[in-house]
Structures are given as structure tokens and as C-alpha cells.
């Protein structure tokens, strides 16, 4: 039985999942736009999105800690000396971000509840908030101080924040999802909603983590790069 050609728009979105691979052989590696060759792996296949609610944010969890470490990654591989991470160590990171990713991941299990949000809707919700949110607001000054040229980062932080959303939808929706009409203002309050989440779950999380001591100063990420 043969199988049904992709279309044009199916085939183009394809291979711009191999596009990220170019930076693999890039000095310095760039390994965090890699998380659209993940999103583009998720989404092509078209699977049936399964009811659960675990599943939705055990999505979201998955998909911060490959997002965290894709960025890792670079800037160890660059050795950067402030590298835009929750914490340096990647064992910490990845412990703070568990708390941001639940947070994130808790409110747009709600959101796609309550509010029927699509994919698409998720990604380009959440892609724009992150534009705002990364580096707590510092990637947007900088995209804007830099304009026209700046645009390029905002697209850039764009397509790394909406398969946070994204892939968690593709993957499951909650039990008793609606699909109510789509309002205007339903698109700022989910990224505005979805933000609180996040900072709300990290500062949770922030402060189970202190109180254990297992968060201690961070240290060069070259001279101490696991924990």
C-alpha cells in the first residue's frame, strides 16, 4: 500500500528540521536551535493527541529539560562565562527548571482546558510571551536596541519557547477540553497566565531547593560543568 505523498508545505516543514543541524559543525557549536528539529520530529508524524492531563505535563517536563539541556550544551561548548541559564550547573539547572516547566506546563494544561487553544495557538502564544520573558526581558531590549538586525533574536528565542507549548499539545489535551469561541483577548491572557506559572513554579520549587542547600553559588561552567 503506498503511502500519501507529503504536500509542498508538509515537505518544506520537514526539512526545516535539518536546518538546525548545520550548527553542529559551527565554532562555537550551536546546539539550542536543535529544539526545533525535536518540535518538527513531534509534530510531522501527526499523532493522535491522547486525553490525559499526566501525560500533557509530563510533555511539558520532557521538553523544558531537552530545551535546557540543547542550551547547556552551547554555552559549555563555548565556555561562557555567563551563560543565560537558570544556573551553570547543569544538575542545578535542570533541578530550578523543573520547577519553571511545571508551573509553565500545570497552567497550559489549564489554558488548553479551559480555552480549546490549538498547536498552533500554543506555539505562537507561548513563542511571543517568551519573547518577553527570556532573560527577564533583557532578549527583547537587546533584539530592540539592535533593530532591524535585533528582529533575528526575537525570532530566534520565537521558535525555542513555542514548541514548549506546543509539543505538550500535540502530544495529549486534558480531560474536558473545551472549544469555546475564540476571543482576541483569550491569546494575552494565556501568555500573561502562562508566565505567572512559570515564575510562580520556579519560586516555588526555588525555595524547596535552598532550603535542601542545593543551590550554592554558581561556578564557571568549564571549570565545574555538572554540578
Do not use: K
Not at 500533557?56 to 561548548?77: P, Q, R, S
Not at 480549546?116 to 533584539?143: K, P
Not at 535585533?150 to 514548541?163: D, E, S
Amino acid at each position: 500500500m503506498r503511502r500519501a505523498a507529503l504536500s509542498p508545505l508538509r515537505l518544506a516543514f520537514a526539512l526545516s528540521g535539518l536546518l538546525p543541524l548545520a550548527g553542529l559543525a559551527a565554532r562555537p557549536v550551536d546546539t539550542q536551535a536543535l529544539v526545533w528539529t525535536g518540535f518538527v520530529a513531534v509534530v510531522l508524524p501527526a499523532p493522535a493527541p491522547r486525553i490525559s492531563a499526566r501525560r500533557f505535563l509530563l510533555a511539558a517536563i520532557a521538553t523544558g529539560m531537552a530545551v535546557e539541556l540543547a542550551a547547556w550544551a552551547g554555552h559549555y561548548a563555548a565556555c561562557s562565562p555567563e551563560p543565560a541559564l537558570f544556573h551553570p550547573q547543569l544538575g542545578r539547572d535542570l533541578l530550578i527548571g523543573v520547577g519553571f516547566y511545571s508551573g509553565l506546563g500545570l497552567t497550559w494544561a489549564w489554558l488548553v482546558r479551559r480555552f480549546g487553544f490549538s498547536v498552533g495557538e500554543c506555539f505562537a502564544v507561548n513563542g511571543a510571551m517568551g519573547v518577553f520573558l527570556e532573560q527577564q526581558g533583557a532578549a527583547f531590549l537587546a533584539g530592540l536596541q539592535a533593530l532591524p538586525e535585533g528582529a533575528l533574536l526575537w525570532v530566534f528565542v520565537f521558535l525555542i519557547y513555542g514548541p514548549m507549548a506546543a509539543i505538550p499539545r500535540r502530544l495529549a489535551i486534558p480531560a474536558g477540553t473545551a472549544a469555546p469561541p475564540r476571543r482576541p483577548w483569550h491569546y494575552p491572557v494565556a501568555a500573561l497566565a502562562a508566565s505567572a506559572g512559570a515564575f510562580a513554579g520556579t519560586y516555588a520549587f526555588g525555595l524547596v531547593l535552598m532550603a535542601l542547600g542545593l543551590l550554592p553559588e554558581p561556578r564557571s561552567i568549564c571549570a565545574a560543568p555538572f554540578w
